[in-house]
């Protein structure tokens, strides 16, 4: 069984910055793409960042130039390093990854809380 663990969440002043990290693990070997989701109170739940296995990187435009994603294949993880964080980021971070030729797998996310 593949399980997903994200942490790094948390509450942080306008402006600040956290790292989100989610690690996969369980019978895994192969990972394609991984990519971070997150869902506003009321909002629907929106792509933030994705990396694909040759780190291909696409971002939403509300979050290019102060989000970062990367990923770490040895260790199964990706990170999301956000920066200059806005209230408008508040949001739960959910990680999801394609693992073992095309099975998706998502974490149970993690609160972002931004206040101003």
């Known amino acids: 069984q593949v399980r997903l663990v994200e942490s790094g969440g948390g509450l942080v002043q306008a402006g600040g910055s956290l790292r989100l990290s989610c690690a996969a693990s369980g019978s895994i070997f192969r990972i394609d793409a991984m990519a971070w989701y997150r869902q506003a109170p009321g909002k629907q739940r929106e792509l933030v960042a994705s990396?694909?296995?040759?780190?291909?990187?696409n971002y939403a435009d509300s979050v290019k130039g102060r989000f970062t994603i990367s990923r770490d294949n040895g260790k199964n993880s990706v990170f999301l390093q956000m920066n200059t964080l806005q209230p408008e980021d508040t949001a739960v971070y959910s990680c999801t990854m394609t693992i073992n030729y095309g099975m998706n797998y998502w974490g149970k996310g993690t609160l972002v809380t931004v206040s101003s």
């Open positions: 990396i694909s296995s040759a780190s291909r990187i």
